[in-house]
């Protein structure tokens, strides 16, 4: 059974400080996708990374794919207020790519 | 492109009805899925089509839950008999064929059914 863990779950940082959030699976996938929620709403996608060493880079938020350890990270680079959101790593269950699997979500805040 | 778009927004109902949400995703997007998602957790996979076909389905859609896509273009989501565990926020998704299933998938917004 495929599993998605993401540390922390929750995450309390200042306006300006990095951070960095992590993404485990236990089988081999070769894609992974990170969205952001915001309270009471839908997901909203950030970015899909579908190879090894993949990076990809949107504003303060950087993602980055490890196929050969099962990691994924989402790097947050000098937080400001709007990024206060739950980020979610999903993964893919099969190789038909068809159903994603999703992390349990990182609840980020960011307070000045 | 005006999103995926899902009806209602909140149903409230007694247990033991029945429920139907619908769901009419981004014109251009053949595939369309189902989730479910509850406080703090990550949404989890119900069941996905291929225009009109249901290709897929999760084995948490026990055989109270039916899906159809009649034309390949919205969907309905069908609930029978709804116990108090089914109350969840529903979320419907799309995305476009082509790229090995690559695309990311567009949520909508969500049905919260909550059953009393």
């Known amino acids: 059974e495929l599993k998605v863990e993401q540390n922390p779950l929750f995450l309390s940082m200042q306006e300006g400080k990095n951070y960095t959030i992590y993404c485990n699976y236990s089988t081999t996938s070769d894609r992974l996708y990170w969205y952001r929620q915001d309270p009471g709403k839908s997901l909203e996608s950030l970015f899909v990374?579908?190879?090894?060493?993949a990076v990809k880079q949107e504003g303060r938020l950087m993602a980055s794919l490890d196929t050969k350890a099962r990691l994924s990270t989402l790097h947050i680079t000098a937080a400001v207020h709007d990024l206060s959101a739950t980020y979610f790593c999903a993964v893919n269950l099969n190789q038909a790519g068809t159903a994603l699997i999703f992390g349990k979500g990182t609840t980020l805040s960011v307070s000045s | 492109d005006t999103g995926v778009s899902q009806n209602p927004r909140h149903k409230i109902t007694k247990r033991g009805q029945n429920v139907t949400f619908r769901c009419d995703p981004i014109?251009?997007?053949?595939?369309l899925y189902w989730y479910r998602q509850t406080l703090g957790q990550g949404p989890e996979f119900l069941t996905y089509f291929q225009n009109e076909a249901q290709l897929e389905k999760s084995r948490l859609l026990s055989d109270r839950f039916s899906a159809e896509r009649p034309k390949g273009s919205f969907s309905t989501l069908e609930i029978q008999r709804t116990e108090q565990g089914d109350s969840a926020m529903y979320l419907c998704?799309?995305?476009?064929?082509?790229?090995?299933?690559?695309?990311?998938?567009?949520f909508g917004n969500g049905t919260r059914l909550t059953v009393t």
């Open positions: 998704a799309s995305s476009r064929q082509g790229g090995g299933f690559t695309s990311p998938l567009h």
């Open positions: 014109s251009e997007h053949n595939r």
């Open positions: 990374l579908l190879s090894n060493g």
